[in-house]
């Protein structure tokens, strides 16, 4: 069973549209969150964090938690082509000895189109 | 802006060769971490550190090894390069948990 769980897409919406990136994780003690972007052949770039549960917003951004239902979702409002990436979304489980470990998911490929 | 650079964007070596992949970052973060990504099998991590001279496994470390004598720089060494160690190798840096990339190195073993 994976820890970190994403729906691989693609995920296309129209520009202008609000784009939703969902996640899901294990039943395990966490305390962070994280949603990184990556543009094909290029490194992950972290965009959001988010540390308790409610919505965080940062610009067009907004990510949500809910811990209760193991949850992080990632909200892209007023989608742009060069919105079009991969997105990883990273948890940081509390267990002995990875303190500072992320666990990443296998990223949602968003294609935003004209 | 935190910056982590690595030495080679591409790389193309031979079976059996020692490769080394070094890692540095400008920020003082304690930690740093060495990562494969292939497809279908997204971001695994190999090594990390949480200070010099530390080193821990991660998920996949068969085949590799890391050091870290100076804070700001954290070596990957595949002591006999195989095949199935071409990849995107990628570093990144942290000093709590936001972890920050370097640009990544291609690294083609034929």
């Known amino acids: 069973q994976k820890e970190v769980e994403q729906n691989s897409g693609p995920l296309s919406v129209p520009e202008g549209a609000i784009a939703s990136l969902n996640c899901t994780y294990s039943d395990r003690v966490s305390q962070s969150f994280f949603w990184y972007r990556q543009y094909s052949g290029k490194s992950p770039e972290l965009i959001m964090s988010i540390y308790s549960n409610g919505d965080k917003e940062d610009g067009r951004f907004t990510a949500q938690l809910n811990k209760a239902s193991q949850y992080v979702s990632l909200l892209i409002r007023d989608s742009q082509p060069s919105d079009s990436a991969t997105y990883l979304c990273?948890?940081?489980?509390?267990?002995?000895?990875?303190?500072?470990?992320?666990?990443f998911g296998s990223g949602t490929q968003l294609t935003v189109l004209p | 802006d935190v910056k982590v650079t690595q030495s080679s964007r591409y790389l193309v070596k031979r079976t059996g060769e020692k490769v080394f992949l070094e890692c540095v970052q400008d920020?003082?973060?304690?930690?740093m971490f060495w990562y494969r990504q292939d497809p279908g099998l997204g971001l695994r991590l190999i090594y990390f550190?949480?200070?010099?001279?530390?080193?821990e496994k991660g998920d996949i470390p068969e085949g590799y090894s890391v050091s870290r004598e100076k804070k700001e720089r954290f070596s990957l060494i595949l002591e006999s390069a195989s095949t199935n160690q071409t990849s995107m190798y990628l570093c990144?840096?942290?000093?709590?948990?936001?972890?920050?990339f370097g640009p990544g190195t291609r690294l083609t073993v034929t």
């Open positions: 990144a840096s942290s000093s709590g948990y936001e972890q920050y």
């Open positions: 550190s949480y200070d010099v001279k530390m080193k």
């Open positions: 990273a948890v940081n489980f509390i267990s002995s000895g990875s303190a500072r470990q992320l666990t």
């Open positions: 920020m003082d973060h304690e930690n």
